[in-house]
């Protein structure tokens, strides 16, 4: 086994001074509505999906099929790269934009076997690397110096220049391979399932400690962080609410609901100022909240509603009690909110700041783009841009829609 080579600038940069060769596929956007959406044919000549997964700063997307995987930009949307096999790749991590991936086979036909990763050098259209499991592999995380893999009952962590084993971490039955690894050059943070239900286990490789985060009394269904590590967002196998914790003490900053029914939480987004927090479900709503944590410890205008968290002076996340600058919007909270402690809680609860609608039941991932927007992404094939308002709130507003997995005619 080779060790790979330093990654370098590929074929997925997409900026509008620099276009691929591979670009001459673009896909041409629609304005169709949510619900127009489910009513158009998915199978008419669309390749099978088999996952689909943002890079490392959300600005672009993979996408593993049953004949290969593609690579699509965010903004402007459209198709970049392709790579056909004969097999299903059900895997594909990105690092950043460069042309080094991690594969993973998927499908009824699988390209390799699904206990495998594959590193795959698109410059040399061939693996330069692998590494073999016990047991199938159910998620892959790439950052420029280390490589992660997450089996059902393990996570390994390997560095990237040579390969070389550097800690193995174990975890609660985690079948949906759930695992973040920061992306920021200064802080390599790693959060995974711990042992106990509703634990959450933070790695800060840096600092070299270990935090347990007791995040819900339920099983952990989603999370993530913040590019630093440095903030967590977590959810339960309830979907009812979101915590954001700091992961340097693992105090609690802020407590959001989703809903007052059980849901199937399938993604979790923070913005890259922790400004907002989104989150998708199987109730076919987006929503978006606005946090109470600033960065740096500093507020926008130095308020004096700030304050620090006990016994953390220097942390770079502090809550900010109930301050929000003149361009943001509070999430709304119950009329009765004044009883809190007599009446139920979700009567003090703070709700979503501004909601968008989708199809029930179907699998969607967020994230957050430029001004104001948001990024969905579908497991059915679709493609969502939308703004929402930093004030208002309210209902978010559509600005594009497309069908990223139609073939293109040759």
Known sequence: MRSPPSPSPSGYQT????????????????????????SESSSNNEAPLLGTYFNQDYGCFACGTDQGFRIYNCDPFEETFRRNFRGGIGIVEMLFRCNILALVGGGKNPQYPPNKVMIWDDHQ????????????????KLRRDRIVVVLEHKIYVYKFQDLKLLHQIETLANPKGLCVLSHATNSCVLACPGLHRGQVRVEHYGLKTTKFISAHDSHIACFTLTSDGL???????????????????????????????RAEIYSIALSPAAQWLAVSSDKGTVHIFSLKVQVGGESPSKSSAMKDLPGSSDLPYVLV????????GANPSSSLSFMKGVLPKYFSSEWSFAQFHLPENTRFL?????????????????????????????????????????????
């Open 125 to 140: 259209s061939r693996c330069i690397g692998e590494l073999s499991f016990r047991s199938e592999v159910r998620a892959v």
């Open 366 to 410: 967020v994230a957050f783009g430029r001004q104001n927007t948001i990024v969905i992404l579908g497991l059915d094939g679709s493609f969502y841009r939308c703004v929402f308002d930093p004030v208002h709130g309210g209902e978010i507003v559509q600005q594009e829609y497309a069908r990223f997995l139609k073939s293109h005619t040759n």
């Open 231 to 261: 903030l967590l967002a977590t959810a339960s196998t309830k979907g009812t609410l979101v915590r954001i914790f700091n992961t340097l003490d693992g105090s609690r900053l802020q407590e959001v609901r989703r809903g007052v029914d």
């Open 321 to 328: 009690d109930n301050f929000f600058t003149p361009h943001t």
């Open 15 to 38: 900026s509008d001074s620099e276009q691929s060769p591979a670009q001459s596929g673009h896909q041409s956007s629609t304005s169709l509505s949510p619900l127009q959406a489910t």
